[in-house]
């Protein structure tokens, strides 16, 4: 073989390895890429922003890639029961927490009691009504006059259980109970506020926040309802499921969900 013909082989080779290396090397991003997973999180609808911007954080930090699911609690329990692909479930209350830990839906053992919350009384920005006392004298008819109160439907939406119980306790309910504006959750009761459909809202004080377009107007006791539980709990058992749950609990989100007001618990 000549000294030109051995040249141009070597030549050739080095050819070859250097396209090898560009496909590898183009390969490395799309390997990456298929190697993350995807973790399903149901969250009552309360929760959206924070758990949106909990969401992006987590993502920056792991290979994981997080899809969010937000209706009333019921709603979501209904889907996880029936199978809905959920990893982690955040409920606003313990009753529908309960109701899949009874059908052995959740991971025994990560349920943790995770948020706090208050119900307020709102009104559009632009409303004449303003402070009032929320109490047994409160006169709710005479405030809403030919309108309704929007709440979550008291049936099953957990803001709007917990704001019957209070009414109730505060012997409001009777004078109301037949002009309520039932939403499907909480948020959709802001909604209908914000639009000036409805003169008076009965939300969480995490809703009443993010909105500029209404007023809290005045805050329920305490203890004229049961306390304000978001429980959280793994649905399918993974080690991202198990880092997102522990991560609900780090100090950087709990810097998040305090911004929107919950309580930390």
């Known amino acids: 073989m000549s000294k030109s013909t051995k040249w141009y082989n070597i030549k050739d080779c080095l050819t070859i390895l250097c396209f090898m290396f560009l496909f590898v090397a183009g390969l490395a991003p799309l390997s990456a890429a298929a190697e993350k997973q995807d973790l399903t999180v149901y969250a009552a609808a309360s929760t959206t922003n924070a758990m949106t911007d909990i969401a992006k954080m987590f993502e920056k930090k792991h290979p994981v890639k997080i899809k969010l699911s937000f209706a009333s609690s019921s709603t979501l329990a209904k889907q996880i029961e029936n199978g809905a692909p959920a990893d982690v479930y955040l409920?606003?209350?313990?009753?529908?927490?309960?109701?899949?830990?009874?059908?052995?839906?959740?991971?025994?053992?990560?349920r943790v009691d995770l948020l706090g919350n208050r119900i307020v009384l709102i009104a559009p920005e632009s409303s004449a009504t303003d402070n009032v006392a929320v109490d047994s004298g409160l006169d709710l008819p005479a405030l809403l006059g030919d309108g309704r109160l929007s709440m979550g439907d008291p049936d099953h939406v957990p803001a709007g259980m917990y704001g019957k119980k209070a009414m109730e306790n505060l012997g409001l309910w009777e004078g109301v109970q037949n002009k309520i504006a039932r939403s499907k959750d909480v948020r959709a009761a802001l909604v209908l506020v914000e639009r000036g459909e409805a003169p008076l809202g009965q939300v969480y004080a995490t809703d009443a926040a993010?909105?500029?377009?209404?007023?809290?107007?005045?805050?329920?006791?305490?203890?004229?309802h049961p306390p304000i539980v978001y429980p959280a709990a793994l649905v399918q058992d993974s080690a991202p499921a198990r880092e997102f749950l522990k991560y609900l609990r780090s100090p950087e989100a709990a810097k998040i969900f305090a911004e929107y007001g919950f309580a930390v618990r």
Do not use: H
């Open 210 to 224: 993010i909105s500029k377009k209404v007023k809290v107007v005045g805050v329920f006791p305490e203890s004229s």
């Open 91 to 110: 409920s606003a209350n313990p009753k529908w927490m309960n109701y899949l830990d009874e059908r052995g839906v959740t991971q025994k053992g990560t």
